[in-house]
């Protein structure tokens, strides 16, 4: 069964405090790898899209990176405004549904 | 930049009614999907369409339908509301069944 599981559940950082947030998956046949952010109430806002073991991609303080079998997010110096829920998803090589990890809760206090 | 549109965006029902969603896809994006996201959950893959075409289905219940129209936007069907239904639902679009995909604000349904 396709399973994509995120670490930690929750992560409560200071402003300026660096870390990183991951996503391990199971799944049989990745085509891509997915990164959201999402606010409460509102729909989750696409960040990355990474296909390949090796791949990095950056967007203002966060960097997302993948291996065979998990992704990292990383988030540089954080501000309060970094305070959401980060979702990870995969897509497979058959059908076009995401599926979806459970979140990282991230708070970043000032 | 335009966005996906969902309407309405809060739906109170009460159990057994009916409830219609819609959803319009960013322009020129020709796939369309239905996910279901309950208090503290991930979203749940419902089902997507392409070219009006149902293209992958998840785990909707029967009681739910789908569609694309001709304009590329989309509208989920409820029938028979049950208290378990109470969810946000959000509506995607992508550029092909490849790209990525792009969520709406989501409609907040209650069924009481």
């Known amino acids: 069964e396709d399973q994509v599981t995120q670490s930690p559940e929750a992560l409560r950082l200071q402003e300026g405090e660096s870390s990183s947030l991951n996503c391990s998956y199971t799944v049989s046949g990745l085509r891509g790898l997915f990164w959201y952010r999402q606010d409460p109430g509102k729909g989750p806002e696409f960040l990355f899209t990474?296909?390949?073991a090796g791949e990095e991609k950056e967007k203002e303080r966060l960097k997302a990176t993948l291996t065979k079998k998990e992704s990292f997010l990383h988030i540089t110096a954080p501000k309060p405004e970094d305070s959401a829920t980060y979702l990870c998803?995969?897509?497979?090589?058959?059908?076009?549904?995401?599926?979806f990890g459970a979140g990282t809760i991230l708070r970043v206090k000032s | 930049a335009a966005g996906v549109i969902q309407s309405p965006r809060h739906l109170i029902k009460e159990k057994r009614e009916t409830a219609t969603l819609k959803c319009y896809p960013i322009?020129?994006?020709?796939?369309v999907y239905w996910y279901q996201q309950g208090p503290g959950q991930d979203p749940q893959f419902l089902i997507s369409f392409y070219e009006k075409m149902q293209s992958d289905k998840g785990s909707i219940p029967d009681r739910f339908s789908a569609q694309q129209f001709s304009d590329y936007h989309s509208e989920l069907n409820m029938s028979s509301l049950e208290l378990g239904d109470s969810a946000l639902y959000f509506c995607?679009?992508?550029?092909?069944?490849?790209?990525?995909?792009?969520f709406g604000p989501g409609t907040r349904l209650t069924v009481t």
């Open positions: 990474l296909y390949s």
């Open positions: 995607a679009s992508s550029l092909t069944t490849l790209g990525e995909q792009y």
């Open positions: 322009p020129r994006h020709d796939t």
């Open positions: 998803a995969v897509s497979m090589e058959y059908g076009n549904k995401l599926v």
